[in-house]
């Protein structure tokens, strides 16, 4: 009798450690839409501060020369929302970024206007020192007159922001990266590397060095990496990290770790797409044999996060027999789906769908479905957003991956004690996801009154 309850014991654990894998480290709450507007989120910016409060930002484009920049904020893990506030309007903003950091919520805008001759795109950036509620005068980051993408950062106290300036006279693209010192009231212009090696850079800091992720589509389809070890005035020499990648391999995602520099991008070289992953441990020099995440294609627009549990990654999925949807009305595509490395990258749990999106309405395109994913960390745990149609029009959705941190506090009052000890004593026995199963074993047994024992008081 003992053998076989120990043999049950020891399966019910099992089981509990094998669901926690397929989640991640913390454990997927259930989704929500955080916007129900008339108007269509084309793009969506997420970014969370250091004290966890969540800033969402996106424009109405209703009026595209009257655009309309919406900000809005959750100190909840998104359950309640302030705003959305209109922090801007008037003009036309083609692009925009978001980045919350401890001293301030940074955004930058692309200004776009035009006259008989030309147009324009100029480069701002703009701050909040008080939680989004007020932002300073715009100021002009560089005076290139012809911004196409931007990525906006921030790190140690400095902010970085890469940005696209096209020349139309020359018919080229040439890269520059931003850095100011001062929060944002002077900027030092940096180009970076030839303008026809670098497509879509990303980039991530550490310890005062920058990791950038670049290439692919067409002219160079090899993703490549490369380091600059003095803020962005030099650049390590580019060496590739993929292996065979196809000619349309793009959008690469770069995270760090103590162990590893993990990248991942979108690749066709099977004639679909699949997400691409390989890492590297000795600084970037040598790259790992590339791995495909995706367990179903067609897969696109990775994403990556790191923290102290592992590395997360994130990907939108359109599923049909030839690797397009099958069918532009069909609930197969536009799925988020979801893996986790708890060692570094060396293995991946199976796939676990983030988006709960059963029914999508008939649509155009194969991209309006769950689609345009983004990652953003919380202290203990992080959340994905990302665009979804399901009712009929674009809005944003929220799902929060979180880490329980006091599991012995089973009713929740942030103090372990004889409360808890005593309503772990009236569930005893068999228990089917319960709080007072405080060690997740499928059962309420002596080792949870250990566990109560062992973390009596308050909560960290």
């Given at each position: 009798?003992?053998?076989?309850?120990?043999?049950?014991?020891?399966?019910?654990?099992?089981?509990?450690?094998?669901?926690?894998?397929?989640?991640?480290?913390?454990?997927?709450?259930?989704?929500?839409?955080i916007?129900?507007?008339?108007?269509?989120?084309?793009?969506?910016?997420?970014?969370?501060?250091?004290?966890?409060?969540?800033?969402?930002?996106?424009?109405?484009?209703?009026?595209?020369?009257?655009?309309?920049?919406?900000?809005?904020?959750?100190?909840?893990?998104?359950q309640?929302?302030?705003?959305?506030?209109i922090?801007?309007?008037?003009?036309?903003?083609?692009?925009?970024?978001?980045?919350?950091?401890?001293?301030?919520?940074?955004?930058?805008?692309?200004?776009?206007?035009?006259?008989?001759?030309?147009?324009?795109?100029?480069?701002?950036?703009?701050?909040?020192?008080?939680?989004?509620?007020?932002?300073?005068?715009?100021?002009?980051?560089?005076?290139?007159?012809?911004?196409?993408?931007?990525?906006?950062?921030?790190?140690?106290?400095?902010?970085?922001?890469?940005?696209?300036?096209?020349?139309?006279?020359?018919?080229?693209?040439?890269?520059y990266?931003?850095?100011?010192?001062?929060?944002?009231?002077?900027?030092?212009?940096?180009?970076?590397?030839?303008?026809?090696?670098?497509?879509?850079?990303?980039?991530?800091?550490?310890?005062?060095?920058?990791?950038?992720?670049f290439?692919?589509?067409?002219?160079?389809?090899?993703?490549?990496?490369?380091?600059?070890?003095?803020q962005?005035?030099t650049?390590?020499?580019p060496?590739?990290?993929?292996?065979?990648?196809?000619?349309?391999?793009?959008?690469?995602?770069?995270?760090?770790?103590?162990?590893?520099v993990?990248?991942?991008?979108?690749?066709?070289?099977?004639?679909?797409?699949?997400?691409?992953?390989?890492?590297?441990?000795?600084?970037g020099?040598?790259w790992?044999?590339?791995?495909?995440?995706?367990?179903?294609?067609?897969?696109?627009?990775?994403?990556?996060?790191?923290?102290?549990?592992?590395?997360?990654?994130?990907?939108?999925?359109?599923?049909?027999?030839d690797?397009?949807?099958?069918?532009?009305s069909?609930?197969?595509?536009?799925i988020?789906?979801?893996?986790?490395?708890?060692?570094?990258?060396?293995?991946?749990t199976d796939?676990?769908r983030?988006?709960?999106?059963?029914s999508?309405?008939?649509?155009?395109?194969?991209?309006?479905?769950?689609?345009?994913?983004?990652?953003?960390?919380?202290?203990?745990g992080?959340?994905?957003?990302?665009?979804?149609?399901?009712?009929?029009?674009?809005?944003?959705?929220?799902?929060?991956?979180?880490?329980?941190?006091?599991?012995?506090?089973?009713?929740?009052?942030?103090?372990?004690?004889?409360?808890?000890?005593?309503?772990?004593?009236?569930?005893w026995?068999?228990?089917?996801?319960?709080?007072?199963?405080?060690?997740?074993s499928?059962?309420?047994?002596?080792?949870?009154?250990?566990?109560?024992?062992?973390?009596?008081?308050?909560?960290?």
């Amino acid at each position: 009798m003992i053998s076989q309850f120990s043999s049950h014991h020891a399966a019910a654990a099992a089981f509990a450690a094998f669901a926690a894998g397929i989640a991640g480290a913390g454990q997927w709450q259930d989704e929500f839409a955080i916007t129900q507007d008339p108007w269509t989120q084309y793009r969506s910016y997420i970014s969370t501060a250091p004290d966890d409060t969540v800033y969402v930002l996106w424009p109405d484009w209703t009026d595209w020369e009257d655009t309309k920049v919406n900000l809005m904020k959750s100190a909840d893990h998104g359950q309640t929302w302030e705003g959305p506030w209109i922090i801007f309007e008037g003009l036309a903003y083609e692009n925009m970024d978001l980045c919350a950091d401890a001293e301030a919520v940074h955004v930058l805008l692309v200004e776009f206007y035009e006259d008989e001759v030309n147009e324009y795109k100029l480069l701002y950036h703009t701050k909040s020192l008080d939680g989004g509620l007020t932002f300073t005068p715009p100021v002009r980051v560089g005076e290139r007159e012809n911004i196409e993408m931007i990525r906006l950062y921030t790190h140690g106290g400095v902010i970085y922001v890469y940005a696209q300036h096209y020349d139309f006279d020359q018919d080229i693209a040439y890269n520059y990266l931003y850095v100011s010192t001062d929060g944002g009231e002077n900027w030092q212009e940096k180009p970076m590397l030839p303008a026809w090696d670098l497509h879509h850079p990303a980039l991530a800091f550490r310890n005062g060095d920058i990791h950038m992720a670049f290439g692919g589509f067409l002219a160079v389809p090899d993703i490549m990496y490369s380091q600059s070890k003095d803020q962005g005035d030099t650049w390590s020499t580019p060496v590739p990290v993929s292996s065979g990648a196809g000619s349309h391999s793009q959008l690469p995602q770069i995270a760090l770790d103590d162990n590893a520099v993990h990248v991942a991008w979108e690749d066709d070289r099977t004639d679909h797409f699949n997400i691409i992953y390989t890492r590297s441990t000795d600084g970037g020099q040598t790259w790992s044999v590339d791995e495909q995440l995706n367990d179903t294609y067609y897969a696109a627009r990775v994403k990556l996060l790191s923290d102290d549990e592992g590395v997360h990654a994130v990907w939108c999925q359109y599923h049909g027999d030839d690797g397009w949807p099958s069918s532009w009305s069909s609930a197969d595509y536009g799925i988020v789906w979801y893996k986790f490395s708890d060692d570094a990258g060396l293995s991946w749990t199976d796939e676990f769908r983030v988006s709960q999106n059963e029914s999508i309405p008939p649509i155009d395109l194969p991209d309006m479905g769950a689609n345009h994913v983004k990652l953003a960390p919380y202290t203990d745990g992080f959340c994905a957003m990302w665009q979804d149609k399901r009712d009929g029009n674009i809005d944003l959705y929220l799902r929060n991956n979180l880490r329980d941190t006091c599991p012995a506090d089973v009713n929740n009052d942030q103090t372990v004690d004889i409360d808890d000890l005593f309503q772990v004593l009236g569930a005893w026995g068999t228990c089917d996801d319960c709080p007072e199963d405080v060690n997740d074993s499928g059962v309420v047994d002596i080792d949870d009154i250990f566990e109560i024992l062992g973390n009596w008081g308050p909560c960290p």
